[in-house]
């Protein structure tokens, strides 16, 4: 029970020191700090979760820990990490000065903006998706290994799902840098969300097919629907990665041809300029149906479409993206005034192409 409580948190410590001990790359980001000058942020989550995986997977061998060791400790180590991020809560929150009128609000959305220590070393928002992906990943291994011990084998859903979650995680921490030019790092303030949302939400809810299903042998599937969860993952996958790319590149060169091919379409203002091209000119959100249908495809890969609590996953990102939209649409308009409504006119849906 102790050491389940405490699991979450010598993860996270182990994350954090492999992250400050390991060779990153410096890189400018899409915030500024107080001086208007870009954010440097230190990248290496590549490798703190190859280093991280290595290490479990040395403490397995060499008999010290079972696989399964994350699955046998569920429940406690998910109170762990649910204490843990409480206390980082309050402990980044409550220091800070204020920014709304109720402690409350503040408490969620966060007060500090980009807290960054030693000289920039660690940028809180980056350590706390690092430690939440490692986290997750190894989540997904423990409750897969569960099946393999209990039951003898893992079965071709366990796999797939496996190494579809793995794929998840490995993209976005390739794609790190990409990470920089997104809502959260230039738009919200650290606080419970954020905080308690990496430190508890992201490795043990995302998780929540195989949480519900490795207790029980692994169901035969028919391989049409694994290929079909496998072709809905990679049609989400390369609508969100592909606009996350191409928003980056053109943020960085508004010139530059689209992945070396497509020449930027855009509209103007003369000042300022968006892209209405490529998977923008799909819709203006597309990248948010592309999280939606790899999360689809994930649960398909489970092999039981009709058991409905692996559903929350999907329905999360629904509940999550579609209000966020909203927002971002808000902000957009407000920042960008009547160019946004020349962009609004030119890509007419908000995130699925023709329909919504
Ligand atoms: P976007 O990457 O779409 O960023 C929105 C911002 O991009 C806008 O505020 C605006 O910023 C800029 N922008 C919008 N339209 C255009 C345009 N046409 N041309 C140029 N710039 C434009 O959204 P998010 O940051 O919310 O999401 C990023 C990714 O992260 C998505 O793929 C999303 O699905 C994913 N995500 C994943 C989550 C997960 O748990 N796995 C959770 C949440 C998001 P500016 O003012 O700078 O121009």
Known sequence: MILGFFLPWILQAVVLLLHVALPGRWVDGYARGADGRPLRYRLNGLLVLAVTVGLAAAAVALDLVDADLLWQHRWASLVGACVLGLLFTAWIVLPAPPVKRSLLADLYLGRPENPQWRGGRVDAKMWLYLGGAALLELNVLSFAAHRQIEFGQLGAVTILYGALFTWFVVDYLTFEEVHLYTYDLFAERVGFKLGWGCLVFYPYFYVVGLWSQAGDPAPGA???????????????????????????????????????????????????????????????????????????????????????????????????????????????????????????????????????
Request: net charge positive; with cysteine.
């Open 222 to 356: 028919h391989t049409w629907l694994l290929v079909l969860a496998g072709i809905v993952f990679f049609t989400g996958w390369t609508l969100s990665r592909g606009a996350n790319l191409q928003k980056h590149a053109f943020k960085r060169d508004p010139q530059a041809k689209a992945f070396g091919l497509l020449a930027p379409q855009t509209v103007s203002d003369g000042e300022r300029t968006l892209l209405c091209g490529g998977f923008w000119g799909l819709s203006r959100h597309v990248n948010y149906l592309g999280e939606i249908l790899m999360a689809v495809g994930l649960t398909l890969a489970l092999g039981q479409p009709g058991d409905l609590l692996p559903w929350l996953y999907p329905l999360y990102y629904v509940a999550l993206l579609v209000p966020r939209e909203r927002d971002d649409d808000r902000r957009c308009a407000a920042k960008y005034g009547p160019l946004w409504d020349a962009y609004r006119a030119r890509v007419a849906r908000r995130i699925v192409p023709w329909i919504y």
